[in-house]
């Protein structure tokens, strides 16, 4: 039985990314007990444009976002900032509050990332999300640390490590306590 369950955004659109590469590790990583989905629909929502109506893509990230215990961001950083398809769909949960209080794990994995690092904790911080000290993660050259596309340096490896750990635990935290307030 799959008792918690983590959906991973992806920042980057292309499937042959580092920061694919880094996701499909972590999902191998994940325990049994985890089940660990890829949102595959940031491409397809519409830019933001904060309308009466919800488009149906939308309300698809919303209701995996709803029903995810954790979430784990995985991104690269674009001309200093926040990949725009990232930044849409994280746009599109500010009325709707999927985020509030929810544990968020967030990992910049790009050849610098500072900057967009710095920028999601504070957009996360907007949305009200959880994102705990052990759940941040900035790995630098990441192509450096890539080989035959999987993860392979030993650094890099333990950090992605206690990332999935601490989202895990986190996600494990907020399931209980919702439980215990029904």
Sequence with gaps: MKEIKILALVGSLRATSSNHVVVKHLARLAPDEVDFQVYDGMGKLPLF???ETTPPAVQDLRDKLSAADGILICTPEYAFGVPGA???ALDWTVSSAELVNKPV?????STGGEKAHA???YILEALSARVADDARLL???IRAKLKNGEVSDGDTLRALN??????IREARLSKAEASSHH
């Design 162 to 167: 206690t990332v999935l750990t601490a989202i």
């Design 139 to 141: 790995i630098s050259f």
């Design 119 to 121: 920028a999601l904790l």
């Design 49 to 51: 444009d904060d309308s």
């Design 86 to 88: 990232l930044k849409n």
């Design 105 to 109: 794990a967030l990992i910049t994995a």
